[in-house]
């Protein structure tokens, strides 16, 4: 094994070298014994199994140095030169890997492969003293845990990549500049307890820009018109078409009732004719296999995890889990990638498993090859992959539990369907003449798609967003050119535009992605920040800005534009990319940025209005009598006495909901849990009763029994105690009668 050592100097002597200095004797170092760090417990626990003896696998429980908590920690003055601490809670785990270091022959860091994992690694050098004089020290990077990829990868150790570290120490730097320079600002103009952050802020700007959007959307009439047809004496074999164009050629512009009933009367009275037929093989080919947006994307989608929880549980797959004989085992590559490449003997074997499941009619001529259009693809990584892909979900299903398996899952068959054949579809498309006597011919057309070969579809369809509808595909007879048609009906339907969808967790990251913003290992911190900080609430799985967010969103955008601003934010990432491909210099970064930001921010302490964030009340102050108002302090909304600092009267404030509880009879309210991030709903009698739910109660009792009833989808309701489900739109209704006769 060719010994490397690393090109980074620890900041202090080893405490080796220092002991003899003192003229004491150094621990004796055993020879046999090899010491390997990584970051978690499960990925120890799997490394042992495949190492073995030789060496001691240690765990530093994530990151060991960070910047000081309670101070910026950024000497600005001398290159940004960051000042780092380790936190109280890791002293203990340091101690621990310094005591092992020192009696190891050789150190091998095997942190995840990527820029925080390498920042760890170096981190580890220099928290527990490391030497590199007078103990090799070897960095390891593999993609996946197993026997194969490991070993491989301690045959071939290198030393740290110090242009990842720089890439990682400039973003943390940058982080810490905008959030502990820009806060103290928020906490004097608005309220104490305010962040802002560099990446996050963006992200509550995309979803604030979205609510206006919908807010100032103007709805606007218009009309469609199908036709029910059919065969002359074959009206059981009828089929729908689509008005597509009108009698001057032009697409059909219906914009209200009185348009509409005119078309219709020609419609009417229009002899039909069939045009012409067009039939087509149409192929759709796989979706590539996933990366860290796609794979948390499609779990939205298809589970309904968010991106946090998604990738918590991609991680304990990616460090290994013990599954039957075969003991503790990684189940999927590394689950923090923006590229689609897959290893050669990773195709091969997917490839051979393809031919001997399904057969060579779902095996393309050759393997497929995806690749990212981005310019940010990193493609040193490789796509999200099962590490072995005859190890077959329903092999291991014991083993796992459910969202694990649900998750790797999704990760097997993606990968699979990604190197199957195309599926094929017969199109077919009618288009239809209706002749109106001297005017002209208004155009039908009628479209029919149906499977011919399956491919990979036998195994995996990409789920879709909200927004991306299905075309409709109807059923059509067996049609000839020339062909008379009978009208049986005309189908007219009027619409409405709609606004654009708010966000949901999948397109949010999608949106996060498209414009650059983040990377890989930033998308899911990033939206649980955001909902930590208040400043985005989630509801129907939809993303709505909290006054809070649109507050700050507003003085950075109107203070800090460069902060918020799309392109300069993806231009940092850039830059970013290029520290870590040796390209660009940190500090230039750092210097290019923080000049005009420390103008910007004393000239925003001078200009930023001070926000009253006070809201009035019907409440009563109980000690004096005075109107109680609403103010938002640290841990959120509170009530407080009007007449602060005479009476310092507060009380917690509820939303209240308009229903109350199944169990005591006390009202309901809004409640959230302790991380602040899930609203639910509970009875406001706590502690003395404790009735909550998830689903948002209903303001009217249960028709059919008097008890209460919680919403469930968007236009239902179900009653909690009898089971009983009505549209609220009917009971709606029943109120608006109801306020009526009395």
């Not at 993609?143 to 194969?148: F, N, Q, W």
């Not at 993606?414 to 011919?441: D, F, H, L, P, W």
């Amino acid at each position: 094994m060719p010994k490397k050592k690393l090109e980074a100097k620890p900041v202090k002597e080893s405490a080796t070298k220092s002991s003899k200095r003192r003229g004491k004797e150094a621990p004796r170092r055993s020879q046999s014994q090899k010491l390997v760090i990584v970051e978690s417990p499960a990925k120890a626990r799997t490394l042992n199994k495949i190492l073995g003896r030789g060496y001691a696998v240690k765990a530093s429980m994530g990151h060991v140095r960070d910047l000081p908590r309670s101070a910026l920690g950024v000497d600005i003055e001398n290159d940004f030169a960051p000042k780092y601490v380790i936190p109280k809670e890791k002293k203990k785990i340091v101690k621990e890997i310094q005591e092992a270091s020192s009696r190891a022959s050789s150190i091998f860091l095997a942190t995840d492969p990527d820029r925080e994992g390498e920042a760890i690694s170096w981190h580890l050098t220099h928290a527990a003293k490391m030497d590199a004089a007078s103990t090799p020290i070897y960095r390891v990077a593999f993609h996946e845990i197993t026997e194969e990829a490991v070993k491989e990868a301690f045959e071939d150790p290198h030393s740290i990549n110090m242009n990842l570290v720089n890439a990682q120490q400039a973003r943390r730097i940058l982080d810490r500049l905008v959030g502990y320079k820009i806060s103290p600002l928020l906490w004097r103009k608005v309220q104490k307890g305010l962040s802002a952050g560099r990446v996050q802020s963006v992200a509550v700007k995309i979803v604030v820009e979205r609510e206006r959007e919908i807010q100032n959307f103007t709805s606007q009439e218009y009309w469609s018109i199908e036709a029910e047809l059919a065969r002359t004496g074959e009206r059981a074999s009828s089929f729908r078409s689509r008005l597509v164009r009108s009698i001057d050629g032009s697409k059909p512009d219906i914009q209200d009732a009185e348009t509409a009933n005119g078309i219709i009367a020609d419609l009417e009275n229009a002899g039909y004719t069939v045009k012409s037929i067009q039939n087509k093989k149409v192929t759709r080919r796989p979706s590539p296999p996933f990366i860290t947006s796609t794979l948390q994307q499609e779990a939205w989608r298809k589970l309904h995890f968010t991106a946090k929880h998604t990738m918590a549980v991609a991680q304990q797959l990616y460090e290994g889990l013990p599954v039957g004989q075969e003991g503790s085992v990684g189940l999927i590559t590394y689950m923090r990638t923006d590229s689609t490449h897959v290893a050669s003997s990773a195709l091969n074997e997917v490839r051979d498993f393809i031919r001997e499941k399904h057969g060579k009619n779902f095996l393309p001529p050759k393997p497929r090859a995806f690749s990212r259009k981005t310019k940010w693809a990193q493609e040193a990584h490789e796509a999200i992959r099962p590490t072995k892909v005859y190890r077959q979900p329903e092999q291991i299903r014991q083993f796992l539990n459910q969202d694990q398996m649900k998750v790797y899952e999704l990760i097997w068959k993606r990968m699979v369907a990604s190197q199957m054949a195309a599926a094929i579809y017969n199109s077919t498309t009618a288009e239809i003449a209706a002749r109106v006597n001297s005017k002209g011919s208004y155009l039908l057309r009628a479209s029919n798609s149906i499977i011919s070969f399956p491919g990979f579809i036998a195994v995996y369809s990409e789920g879709r967003d909200e927004e991306r509808q299905e075309e409709s595909s109807t059923p059509l007879p067996e049609l000839h050119v020339g062909e008379k048609l009978v009208l049986l009906k005309l189908l007219p339907e009027q619409h409405f535009t709609q606004p654009p969808l708010r966000y949901t967790e999948a397109t949010l990251i999608k949106a996060l992605e498209e414009k650059g913003i983040g990377r890989p290992s930033t998308y899911a911190p990033t939206i649980s920040t955001i909902q930590g900080r208040e400043y985005v609430h989630k509801m129907d799985g939809k993303f709505h800005p909290d006054e809070l967010g649109i507050i700050v969103n507003d003085i950075l955008d109107e203070h800090f534009p460069r902060i918020v601003d799309y392109k300069f934010t993806a231009r940092m990432e850039s830059h970013l990319d290029e520290v870590a491909r040796g390209e660009n210099d940190y500090i230039a970064i750092l210097k290019r940025f923080y000049h005009p930001f420390e103008d910007t921010l004393n000239k925003a302490f001078t200009n930023v209005k001070k926000i009253d964030m006070t809201k009035p009340t019907d409440e009563i102050c109980p000690n004096c009598g005075r109107p109680m108002v609403i103010k938002v302090g640290r841990f959120g909304k509170f009530l407080a006495c009007s007449g602060y600092p005479e009476c310092k009267t507060a009380m917690p404030y509820v939303i209240k909901v308009g229903a109350f509880c199944p169990d005591c009879g006390s009202e309901l309210v809004e409640k959230k849990s302790k991380k602040r991030r899930k609203v639910f709903y509970g009875c406001s009698n706590f502690p003395q009763c404790k009735f909550a739910t998830n689903y948002k109660p209903v303001p009217q009792p249960c028709p059919h029994c008097g008890k209460l009833l919680v919403q469930q989808g968007k236009d239902q309701a179900r009653c909690t105690s009898c089971g009983y489900r009505v549209k609220l739109s009917q009971l709606e209704g029943e109120k608006q009668k109801l306020e009526v006769s009395s």
